[in-house]
Nanobody, 116 residues
């Protein structure tokens, strides 16, 4: 059974930085892509960043501030978040996708709060 475990969330002041990490366990197979989504209160879940073997994609609101890195050999993914803004406050979810299964796996979520 695939499990995704996130770490690294917390409280940070505007302009600060945080690094999120996610590790997959319970499988010896890889993923087509791994990345991050987020959901703020009262809003829909949105793409933050996703990395496949051939490309990376970022949500428009985080381009130039966030950087995704993926280690396919170890089924891990990280998100470096710089220049954080209050509007980045949300629960961040790790996502792993297997195209050949048509399956998405999700972590339990980690809270990121940007506030002074």
């Amino acid at each position: 059974q695939v499990q995704l475990v996130e770490s690294g969330g917390g409280l940070v002041q505007p302009g600060g930085s945080l690094r999120l990490s996610c590790a997959a366990s319970g499988t010896t197979l890889g993923f087509s892509a791994m990345g991050w989504y987020r959901q703020a209160p009262g809003k829909q879940r949105e793409l933050v960043a996703m990395a496949s073997s051939s490309s990376t994609n970022y949500g428009d609101s985080v381009k130039g501030r966030f950087t995704i890195s993926r280690d396919s050999a170890h089924n891990t993914v990280a998100l470096q978040m710089n220049s954080l803004k209050p509007e980045d406050t949300a629960v961040y979810y790790c996502n792993a996708h297997r195209r050949w299964e048509g399956t998405d796996y999700w972590g339990q979520g980690t809270q990121v709060t940007v506030s002074s």
